[in-house]
């Protein structure tokens, strides 16, 4: 069951891979475009598996601000983690701490995706081992190849043009995740509030605005789910 279960995490996130291969890619490259080593440009991919942080700290410190700066600036780009893991969370209640400290280095943003709509749906009721594999299934296929694409991108360097804009193509996997899991008015009107203040703040620093927007619909959503909730209990009431 369990051996079932970490294929289908694997096979399910395999059309992800080629958005993962672009972005890390991109990540090698701006990571020896910044000034660090080969060497170091990979030995940063396998401890920062999060290429959103690792682009926004190597400019700062590509632009001298202090290494305080570059953490809490990862810190903030990652905040969206925090609503994954509230929501993940219940799903994987039962786990060892030490396995949920694994899950959450490894949470990127088609894991928790693929993971959530897996629990949810298809996989509601499985006991924690098979939930694991699942997880891992998909989570350790990312990571293996993040760091294969990471090393490519850092030896190719300045060989990736900008014009490629391999950053846009994680975006649209992620599209790929949500848009069949929106089946209720709740969770369509959830979309249309992130979508529509994303647009509004993008201006903001250190993608600040996406936060903003993730937490204001996922707020909005929980509150039409409650309302629909309560109506159908008046409705069941003799």
């Known amino acids: 069951m369990q051996r079932a279960a970490f294929l289908a995490g694997l096979r399910d996130n395999l059309p992800f ?5 672009a972005f890390g890619l991109l990540a090698g490259a701006v990571s020896v475009q910044s000034g660090l080593t080969q060497f ?25 601000a ?3 700066i570059a953490v809490l600036a990862c810190g903030v780009v990652n905040l ?8 993940l969370g219940p799903h994987v209640r039962e786990a060892p ?27 509601r009721g499985l006991d924690w081992g098979t939930k694991r594999a699942y997880y891992f299934g998909t989570a350790l296929l990312g990571y293996a190849i993040w760091v294969a694409a990471c090393i490519a991108g850092a030896v190719l ?27 209720d008015c709740p969770a369509l009107l959830a979309a249309l509030v992130s979508v529509v203040l994303a647009t509004l703040l993008n201006d903001l620093p250190l993608r600040v605005g996406v ?11 929980l509150a039409l789910e409650q309302v629909a909730l309560d109506r159908a209990e008046r409705g069941t009431r003799p």
């Not at 969206?80 to 929501?87: A, I, T």
């Open 17 to 21: 891979m080629p958005g993962t291969i």
């Open 40 to 64: 170091q440009a990979m030995f940063l991919s396998t401890i920062l598996f999060a290429g959103n942080s690792q682009i926004v700290a190597l400019q700062l410190f590509s632009g001298g």
């Open 66 to 68: 202090p290494w305080i």
């Open 80 to 87: 969206r983690h925090v609503m994954y893991g509230m929501s």
């Open 97 to 123: 701490t030490r396995w949920k400290l694994l899950m959450a280095f490894l949470m990127v943003d088609n894991v928790y995706g693929l993971s959530h709509a897996h629990f949810a749906g298809d996989g």
């Open 157 to 183: 360097g300045t060989g990736i043009p900008p014009s490629w804009q391999l950053d846009a193509i994680p975006s649209l996997g992620m599209i790929a995740i949500i848009v069949p899991n929106v089946k």
């Open 211 to 221: 936060l903003i927007a993730g937490g204001v619909a996922m707020l909005v959503g």
